[in-house]
């Protein structure tokens, strides 16, 4: 079955205090890894697709990674406004189109 | 641009009654929409896909005839939940795929 999972659950850092949050997959045939950010009460934002091992995008202070069975989200130097959860998704087929399957979400808090 | 919103944002229903929940994409159009619900601190799961002119596709577990699902236009799908009960309480979120797959910001449904 196919499956996404993240790690850590949670995670507090101080301003400036740079980690990775950590996405493994095992999907059958991966058309695409998607990365969200979803604040509150709100919907998901899109921030990345990769599509292939060793590929890199950025956005500001974010950094996401791509290997053959994993994807990583580094944080640079993170502010106060980053604290959200960041969602990881794959695209797999269903009968009608490409849903995506989620992980369950790493909750990042930054305090200053 | 990729814009999609989701009408109400919240809304409030006795047992028994029925709700419908808009999706729009303002600034594309999209063939394809989705529809997921979201529990506390859980994450995201795919209820349905919809194609415009053409029936659902329910994932396994979702009643279609308690939660139906229409895609009358390129920019327009609905969800009704029918005879709605206090389980059906839940965040429910669309999504469009344009480029990408974006999501709207969520309807709040509190079933009393």
């Known amino acids: 079955e196919d499956q996404v999972t993240q790690s850590p659950e949670a995670l507090r850092l101080q301003e400036g205090e740079s980690s990775s949050l950590n996405c493994s997959y095992t999907?059958?045939?991966?058309?695409?890894l998607f990365w969200y950010r979803q604040d509150p009460g709100k919907g998901p934002e899109f921030l990345f697709t990769l599509y292939s091992a060793g590929e890199e995008k950025e956005k500001e202070r974010l950094k996401a990674t791509l290997t053959k069975k994993e994807s990583s989200l580094h944080i640079t130097a993170p502010k106060p406004e980053d604290s959200a959860t960041y969602l990881c998704?794959?695209?797999?087929?269903?009968?009608?189109?490409?849903?995506?399957?989620f992980g369950k979400g790493t909750t990042l808090s930054v305090s200053s | 641009g990729a814009v999609v919103s989701q009408h109400p944002s919240r809304v409030i229903c006795k047992s028994g009654t029925s709700v419908k929940i808009e999706c729009r994409s303002l600034?594309?159009?999209?063939?394809?929409m989705f529809w997921y619900r979201q529990f506390p601190k859980q994450s995201l799961m795919l209820m349905a896909t919809?194609?415009?002119?053409?029936?659902?596709?329910?994932e396994q577990g979702v009643e279609k005839d308690k939660f139906l699902i229409n895609h009358a236009s390129l920019t327009l799908s609905t969800l009704t939940v029918t005879s709605a009960h206090p389980e059906d309480s839940s965040f429910y979120i669309c999504?469009?795929?344009?480029?990408?797959?974006?999501f709207g910001p969520g309807t709040r449904l509190t079933v009393t």
């Open positions: 600034d594309f159009q999209a063939t394809t």
């Open positions: 919809s194609n415009e002119g053409s029936k659902a596709t329910y």
């Open positions: 998704a794959v695209h797999a087929p269903n009968q009608a189109g490409t849903a995506l399957i």
């Open positions: 999504s469009a795929k344009g480029i990408e797959q974006y």
């Open positions: 999907v059958s045939g991966l058309r695409g």
